[in-house]
């Protein structure tokens, strides 16, 4: 057999680690059988009954809060103008009105949207989600 000479090799590797401990001395976890013995690893197939998606092994991650920002633009200044600020004051944005805004989950980028008011509240209106592939991509 092909396995043959590897086994001798690992035979002779583990009796010279033995003779160099000292012979009759337990091995580094405390038993000296020289025997290997398979792992065993619970069935994990199977889960799930017939028919679920495995939308019950999610469950649990349905009412974790998420931050969700809504970022219109931004902008440089220095200190000394930012002090300069008061109520009225016009701070410009690097964006245009009219352009589609970013919307973050978690500080990450999810997509672009339109700003909309429903009952004079402000809302955002989703017009594109990033892909899939970007989305990881931008977790890093």
Do not use: Y
Not at 16 to 37: I, P, R, Y
Not at 62 to 87: A, K, S
């Amino acid at each position: 057999m092909a396995d043959e000479p590897a086994d001798d090799a690992w035979a002779d590797a583990l009796n010279e680690s033995k003779s160099a401990a000292g012979a009759g001395t337990d091995d580094a976890w405390g038993d000296s059988d020289d025997t290997a013995h398979a792992a065993s690893f619970a069935d994990l197939s199977g889960t799930t009954g017939p028919g679920q998606s495995g939308s019950q092994n999610l469950d649990f991650l349905l009412d974790v809060p998420l931050e969700v920002t809504v970022e219109l633009g931004r902008t440089h200044m220095i200190i000394n103008n930012m002090l300069q600020l008061t109520q009225g004051s016009v701070v410009e944005l690097d964006k245009a009105a009219g352009e589609p805004v970013e919307i973050f989950v978690n500080n990450k980028l999810l997509g672009k949207g339109e700003v909309i008011v429903v009952n004079e509240r402000f809302g955002v209106r989703i017009t594109e989600i990033i892909s899939q592939a970007d989305r990881i991509k931008n977790m890093g």
